[in-house]
């Protein structure tokens, strides 16, 4: 794995945390009648109200009856699964996929919408709980975290499952929440652990681990393999990270280039030295949603110039409370074949301005074509500083396109 520590120094033991189901988790608290049924969750944002209105005067949440809840059956629309409960993985359902999809796959699994306000508070509240025990964390999103043990007490003991059971309990005890936590000498590793003993598991791999624990892994366990890479190795006979391991470092730069096949060599032997970053600094943000029918550009002009306005409002709302500003904006469009497109220019200029970005955004769209319909709009602004920084201040430059050739048809919103 990588270089072994210093013969004075700690091993190095980096964890992986990583919440169960957490939406889907979270919901269970506020509905503890659902426990053990297949739920999904998804299809829209809950307002307070919905999740109330039919409650009895003096009743609780916990007391609406489960014939009460809708039915994933019952479902139209274009909606998405944001997570499910365990019951409901039982039936091939999973994230990202389909809700009209999933009723077939399980009809019977109640659907509720998302509440991100609520999921906002647990997710602070249960990494509170964390950098009290141990402070060296790295946020990866609203239900994952990574933690360096290395030097916390407790960190080395037992290969860091003292540490690591101490903290599941501390964010039981918290939130009602259960976590599964996977300890390794790296992050790679450790994040392939946490997926070990999934729910509410502790894996830890130690420095001689690596043929046991990990080659025998398919090749998409490791982080940063996606389905292209994997069908091209699969067509070369290389299915699990043991296989990948035996090639040769100069073959495999040979047939997927010099950064990709360098990388897929360091991580079959399960190599990274990547730090446990504290403090990081957003790349881009971004706006989108998805209609709940097919808009066309003609068709619709209107309401698809009022929602491109609205997306561009609220994202400039997001970097001024955010405190950042960006040259980059582009714009994301999914047409009704699923097919995406992509365009971004580059302005001279940083800006977190509403008018600006929705400017600027039209004329990428420009450089799309708009015939057919769309499930989708979307905006973003990159190339970010933090406003009043030298860099957000510095005089204006030329302005550089990054976008590719213009199509012919032109935007209409």
């Given at each position: ?204 791999v130690h420095e001689g ?154 004329q990428c769209l420009k ?34 396109s990054t976008t590719e ?9």
């Amino acid at each position: 794995m990588s270089s072994p520590p210093s013969s004075t120094g700690p091993i190095r033991r980096i964890a992986h945390l990583d919440m169960d189901a957490f939406y889907a988790s979270v919901e269970l608290l506020r509905y503890p009648q659902l426990k053990g049924l297949p739920v999904v969750i998804g299809g829209g944002r809950r307002s307070v109200d919905e999740a109330i209105r039919n409650l009895p005067e003096g009743g609780a949440l916990a007391d609406i009856p489960i014939e009460a809840f809708p039915r994933l059956k019952d479902y139209a629309g274009r909606g998405v699964i944001t997570t499910a409960t365990y019951p409901a993985r039982q039936f091939g359902i999973g994230s990202a996929m389909g809700l009209m999809k999933a009723a077939k796959l399980c009809p019977q699994a109640l659907i509720l919408p998302v509440d991100f306000d609520e999921y906002r508070r647990f997710s602070r509240a249960f990494k509170q709980v964390i950098l009290e025990i141990a402070p060296l964390m790295e946020d990866r999103g609203v239900d994952e975290v990574y933690i360096d043990f290395t030097d916390v007490p407790g960190g080395q003991r037992d290969g860091g499952r003292s540490l690591a059971r101490l903290i599941q309990k501390s964010i039981l005890d918290a939130t009602g929440l259960t976590c599964s936590i996977g300890v390794a000498p790296n992050k790679l590793i450790a994040k392939m652990a946490s997926e070990f003993n999934k729910p509410n598991g502790i894996s830890v791999v130690h420095e001689g681990d690596l043929e046991s624990h990990i080659w025998p892994l398919p090749c998409r366990k490791v982080n940063g393999i996606g389905p292209k890479a994997d069908e091209k190795l699969k067509r070369f006979g290389i299915e699990t990270v043991g296989q990948l391991a035996a090639r040769d470092r100069d073959w495999l730069i040979q047939n997927f280039g010099k950064a990709t096949g360098a990388w897929m060599h360091e991580v079959s032997w399960g190599r990274d030295d990547r730090p446990v970053v504290t403090e990081s600094e957003p790349v881009s943000m971004s706006r989108e949603t998805t209609f709940d029918r097919d808009l066309h550009a003609v068709r619709d002009r209107a309401e698809l110039g009022a929602i491109f306005t609205h997306l561009c409002e609220k994202l400039a709302e997001d970097l001024q409370r955010k405190g950042y500003v960006g040259k980059t904006i582009g714009i994301k469009l999914r047409y009704d074949d699923f097919k995406i497109a992509t365009r971004d220019q580059t302005i001279d200029h940083f800006t977190a301005d509403g008018k600006t970005i929705r400017q600027v955004g039209g004329q990428c769209l420009k450089r799309v074509p708009l015939e057919r319909p769309l499930r989708l709009l979307g905006v973003r602004v990159g190339a970010l500083a933090k406003a009043g920084s030298p860099e957000a201040l510095a005089p204006p430059g030329a302005v550089r396109s990054t976008t590719e050739p213009a199509a012919t048809t032109a935007s209409l919103f």
